[in-house]
């Protein structure tokens, strides 16, 4: 009898250890960035990241942008989550070209998981033309 017990209890041991494994997922979203062109003279203050992912579903504090810590965040019209990060921050990121596509990928926890999704932006240093 106590061999039977310790079978079950090594059973749900196991099973109890394997269920978070089956659970957790990793979720590939679709994101857009705005501005998609970044200009390293703009004066603009925010990079804001729209995205397919219910609000709901992001634990918003675990967000980041290649590393970048997220500034702040809400949902949109339709209920999706938006993130916005510092633009001063996102302009000296590491690696960025001027003159070509950059990859930005934002990454974050869910619930249940985690997600990421990552779009292209094109990088520029122009000087604004000044209006007459």
């Given at each position: 009898?106590?061999?039977?017990?310790?079978?079950?209890?090594?059973?749900?041991?196991?099973?109890?250890?394997?269920?978070?494994?089956?659970?957790?997922?990793?979720?590939?979203?679709?994101?857009?960035?705005?501005?998609?062109?970044?200009?390293?003279?703009?004066?603009?203050?925010?990079?804001?990241?729209?995205?397919?992912?219910?609000?709901?579903?992001?634990?918003?504090?675990?967000?980041?942008?290649?590393?970048?810590?997220?500034?702040?965040?809400?949902?949109?019209?339709?209920?999706y989550f938006v993130a916005k990060f510092n633009m001063d921050e996102?302009?000296?990121?590491?690696?960025?070209?001027?003159?070509?596509?950059?990859?930005?990928?934002?990454?974050?926890?869910?619930?249940?998981?985690?997600?990421?999704?990552?779009?292209?932006?094109?990088?520029?240093?122009?000087?604004?033309?000044?209006?007459?």
């Amino acid at each position: 009898m106590k061999n039977k017990k310790l079978n079950v209890f090594i059973i749900l041991l196991m099973i109890g250890m394997l269920l978070p494994l089956c659970i957790f997922s990793q979720e590939v979203i679709e994101i857009q960035v705005s501005p998609n062109v970044l200009n390293l003279q703009n004066n603009g203050v925010v990079v804001t990241i729209h995205t397919d992912i219910p609000y709901s579903a992001v634990i918003g504090s675990s967000v980041s942008l290649n590393g970048l810590e997220i500034e702040s965040w809400k949902s949109d019209n339709q209920g999706y989550f938006v993130a916005k990060f510092n633009m001063d921050e996102v302009k000296q990121l590491e690696g960025l070209e001027v003159g070509g596509y950059n990859t930005l990928t934002l990454s974050g926890e869910t619930g249940n998981g985690t997600f990421t999704g990552s779009d292209e932006i094109l990088v520029i240093n122009n000087i604004p033309n000044k209006k007459k």
